[in-house]
């Protein structure tokens, strides 16, 4: 047992070195001189994905091509612990990188508390105008600009059409078909219908979205998760799970939800473009026709799906602002936004990229860019980040039958109420 | 403790360290100096010898237990202590709360969920790890053939990391691809959500340290038994005690001061025990196998902004438990006449 507090100071050393790798020690000599050319280090946390990475570092890199003087150090921090990590190296001013590629509800949080250089009025803020409305609106926070965006994302229905032909059902419109559907697809192939994210609030937002409701109601200030949608979405988790249309599991759900889809254990799933490349990848998807995008099913109240991406944002205490001002202007730059969707199909932030035919054409894109477009705002409050918390509580507990869903519902809302003081 | 290690010192430079003392006191000080002057000056050396430790204690021990137990009388955040990033200057804004802290959270049904379950977790980790090393040991603690090897093979799991076999384990307990649920289905049984389950979890995470613990059990019992001499089993066997008799007066009194030890040691260790918990379910599901410890992490740590002045209190009042039990414990060992 001596061995736990061992482990523990190794975890407690790696994790420092790690962020001290971050790297703020060399070279960070600021802008270069009078002549305006470009010099010392920006670190890039980059926080995309096992089949994302690769494309992500080249294309950083690239940046020293054009600022030959500009060394970009790109450091991949897993989306799970690139929060955590980030708040650990701001808050204890050391090792935190200049510039981060930042989950849209993380934003108002950095900012609120600080972390984060105000990019109004600098060079990261190109052509602001080009960029989806939808999209500018995760980077502000109280009037300020905090980041640029990089990336937008939603929700949709993943499924194997393979197996759904198998089964004879279409790809279902609600929640109601998918159980039918799900039904059918176990009798007639074994697999499952639907593999759910029980260890992740944003995958439960759909289901409450799809009911009319929402977390909280930011004009007028009151919690709403404990009204009826909450209950209801609450109750639909327990029900598809119950009735064996789906499974889940409490952790690791990312791995497992992927392996179960990718060898065709499970016949749908709920997930964004960040995971076509991943898909594609997989056994069953050799031929990646055989992967079908439809909108996520929809409740009593229509199909309603969150509106995710990611933004680039500034360290507010980096020592080479003017580079890694440039970093994220590059990073954002039509040009860039072009490649990550060739490469990733990844949906662009920038309007006029839409126009480029590569993208226009990008099957992904055809598909995902009118549901970005009807995808549901999240409020951007300092707290955004902090409404999960709650709700991956009780998902587990409704889940193992621990609470019930109106139980779970008024627990999340009497949670809510402690971290929002001025909400109802 | 700093006192007491300064008082032996003390005595030991006093019987030891004359040629010092006389050539201070006796030639420099023609005036008779105060009583900490002298004892300064007596014994300077140790001292100064002692001074570093103090130091170095004070640092990483006494400044942030200190701090804690300051900040668990405040508001104190993540947004509003004071701090400077770059352009940013936030200055402090949080204040002092008294006993507000406290009072919420012995208020709060969650520190009682969670204190009780860290009572069954302690209890039955400690009770298992200490039954099964004590059964090994007793196995381990005569001669036959490939005892080495045995050995080696027992104490294994405390020679790999924690995190390592907490990570092994918890391939394991997959419940789609883990050995477990292969092994179960095969065999014909439905698999268990091991790690989905909160009950089956609670399960699996007292195995896991269970599992850890063991050696460290098994290697100090075996000392232990290794120190009690043969001759007595001898005249108690001549006596015809049966070895159920045997063990019961002969052996387990003859491990009292190691058990009574490292059941304490095993006590605190595991009550606190972070990495098993917290790499094996992340506390979950939901929030079924969190133990205090995991909880204060999780409030100063994962939940945004982050509660540094509620986490403070939590690990004040897992401070003021421990001492309280570790008392308690001591005192009844002190009846029965254990000089400890």
């Not at chain 1, 482990?7 to 001290?20: D, E, F, K």
């Not at chain 1, 979405?233 to 598809?240: E, H, M, S, V």
């Not at chain 2, 007595?232 to 045997?246: H, I, K, N, T, V």
């Not at chain 2, 063990?247 to 009574?260: A, E, K, M, N």
Request: with cysteine; glycine share 10%.
């Amino acid at each position: 047992m001596r061995r736990g507090i061992a482990a523990t100071a190794l975890v407690a050393a790696l994790a420092m070195t790690a962020s001290a790798c971050g790297g703020d020690d060399d070279g960070r000599n600021g802008a270069g001189g009078g002549n305006g050319e470009l010099s010392g280090t920006v670190t890039f946390w980059d926080t995309s994905n096992e089949a994302e990475k690769a494309t992500y570092q080249a294309l950083a890199e690239r940046f020293e091509k054009e600022h030959p003087k500009v060394d970009v150090k790109y450091v991949n921090v897993p989306f799970g612990e690139a929060n955590a990590k980030f708040k650990n190296a701001a808050g204890g001013n050391s090792g935190a990188p200049d510039v981060m590629r930042t989950e849209v509800a993380w934003v108002a949080d950095f900012a609120s508390i600080g972390y984060l250089a105000p990019l109004d009025g600098t060079a990261a803020l190109d052509d602001a105008s080009d960029y989806l409305p939808q999209a500018a609106a995760s980077t502000k926070y109280e009037g300020k600009t905090y980041a640029v965006p990089q990336v937008i994302d939603t929700l949709a229905l993943f499924y194997n059409k393979e197996l759904l032909k198998k089964a004879g059902v279409p790809a279902p419109a609600s929640v109601a078909e998918l159980k039918t559907a799900a039904t059918r697809i176990k009798e007639k192939t074994g697999a499952t219908g639907l593999y759910l994210r029980g260890d992740d609030p944003y995958w439960f937002l759909p289901y409450l979205y799809g009911e009319g409701g929402d977390l909280v109601d930011e004009k007028n200030k009151t919690v709403t998760i404990d009204d009826e949608p909450g209950v209801k979405a609450y109750r639909i988790l327990k029900d598809l799970v119950d009735s064996e249309a789906a499974i889940t599991d409490a952790s690791d759900g990312w791995n497992n939800m992927q392996n179960a889809f990718k060898s065709g254990k499970v016949a749908m799933m709920l997930n964004g473009p960040w995971a076509i490349e991943d898909v594609k990848a997989g056994a069953r998807f050799k031929d990646p026709a055989n992967l079908g995008v439809a909108p996520v099913p929809a409740g009593s109240a229509g199909q309603g799906s969150p509106q995710g991406g990611w933004n680039l944002s500034v360290y507010a205490g980096s020592k080479n602002l003017d580079a890694s001002y440039a970093f994220v202007k590059y990073m954002s730059s039509a040009k860039v936004q072009q490649e990550t969707t060739e490469k990733l199909s990844l949906l662009p932030t920038r309007t006029s990229v839409y126009e480029v035919p590569a993208v226009a054409e990008n099957e992904m894109v055809r598909f995902f860019k009118p549901a970005v477009d009807k995808a549901v705002e999240r409020p951007w409050i300092a707290q955004g980040n902090a409404l999960f918390e709650p709700v991956r509580l009780q998902m587990a507990n409704v889940l193992a039958g621990k609470t019930s869903p109106e139980k779970a519902a008024s627990s999340t809302g009497d949670a809510y109420r402690k971290l929002l003081k001025d909400y109802k | 403790m700093a006192v007491e290690t300064g008082q032996s010192v003390t005595k030991a430079g006093g019987t030891q360290g004359a040629p010092g003392r006389a050539h201070r006191t006796g030639h420099k000080n023609p005036r008779t100096p105060g009583r900490l002057h002298r004892a300064l000056a007596t014994h300077w050396y140790a001292w100064s010898m002692v001074a570093p430790v103090v130091a170095v204690i004070g640092v990483i021990i006494g400044y942030p237990l200190a701090r804690g137990v300051w900040l668990s009388f405040t508001d104190a955040n993540e947004a509003n202590v004071e701090r400077t990033i770059g352009v940013n200057h936030i200055p402090a804004t949080y204040e002092h709360v008294g006993l507000a802290n406290y009072r919420a959270i012995l208020s709060d049904g969650v520190f009682w969920d969670r204190l009780g379950w860290t009572v069954v977790w302690t209890v039955s980790c400690v009770a298992l790890s200490f039954a099964l090393g004590l059964a090994l040991a007793v196995m381990l603690n005569r001669t036959f053939k490939g005892r080495t090897l045995y050995r080696t093979a027992l104490v294994l799991p405390w020679a790999v990391p924690a995190f390592v076999s907490v990570f092994t384990w918890r391939l394991l307990f997959n419940e789609r691809s883990g050995l477990f649920n292969e092994l179960l289905t095969g065999a014909g049984f439905d698999g268990i959500s091991w790690l989905n389950d909160p009950t089956w979890a609670k399960i699996s995470v007292i195995a896991v340290n269970v599992w850890v613990g063991v050696p460290f059990m098994l290697i100090a019992l075996l000392g232990g038994l290794q120190s009690i001499p043969g001759d007595l089993y001898e005249a108690a066997e001549m006596d015809g005690a049966s070895p159920w008799q045997r063990f019961r007066h002969i052996t387990l009194p003859g491990l009292r001061s190691v058990s009574s030890t490292v059941v304490l040691l095993s006590t605190i260790w595991t009550f606190n025990m972070f990495p098993v918990i917290f790499l094996l379910t992340r506390g979950g599901p939901g929030d079924a196998t969190e133990i205090l410890v995991t909880y204060a992490y999780r409030l100063s740590f994962v939940i945004s902004p982050r509660d540094y002045s509620t986490s403070a209190a939590w690990g004040v009042l897992i401070l003021l438990l421990l001492t309280l039990v570790t008392a308690a414990y001591r005192r009844a060992l002190r009846k029965q006449g254990d000089t400890w």
